[in-house]
């Protein structure tokens, strides 16, 4: 029982980075917001969450961008979260996951 709690949190923690990756690297680029609002289904899949074909998804609510979170940490932010990328995420850096991150600055949570 315990191992499956814990594949759970892991599976369900994975699935809250790649959401988390998809808003920011929005955020960053209106290009690839554009992409997310004409094939969010393409989008989760392009991000490895598996999406069935007979599952409908219509879209995929992207927040606004956090008035406090400047240019400069939200590339720092992409960098942490890319995977293949040198990573500082969980060592020095204040800012990682917009989704993952409660309390930390760009969060929905921050007070700014």
């Known amino acids: ?3 499956d709690f814990e594949a759970l949190y892991a599976n369900t923690k994975d699935y809250y980075h790649k959401i988390g990756l998809l808003v920011a690297k929005a955020w960053a680029d209106p290009e690839y917001k554009k992409q997310v609002e004409a094939d969010p289904k393409g989008a989760l899949r392009d991000i ?6 007979d599952v409908p998804v219509e879209s995929i609510p992207i927040p606004p961008r956090p008035t406090d979170l400047n240019d400069e940490q939200l590339a ?14 969980g060592t020095n ?9 409660v309390g930390t600055v760009g969060t929905a949570g921050s007070s700014g």
């Open 1 to 3: 029982m315990a191992q």
């Open 93 to 101: 850096s204040t800012l990682s996951c917009p989704c993952c991150s």
């Open 48 to 53: 490895g969450i598996p999406i069935p074909d």
């Open 76 to 89: 720092t932010t992409l960098s942490e979260m890319t995977p293949g990328t040198s990573s500082t995420a």
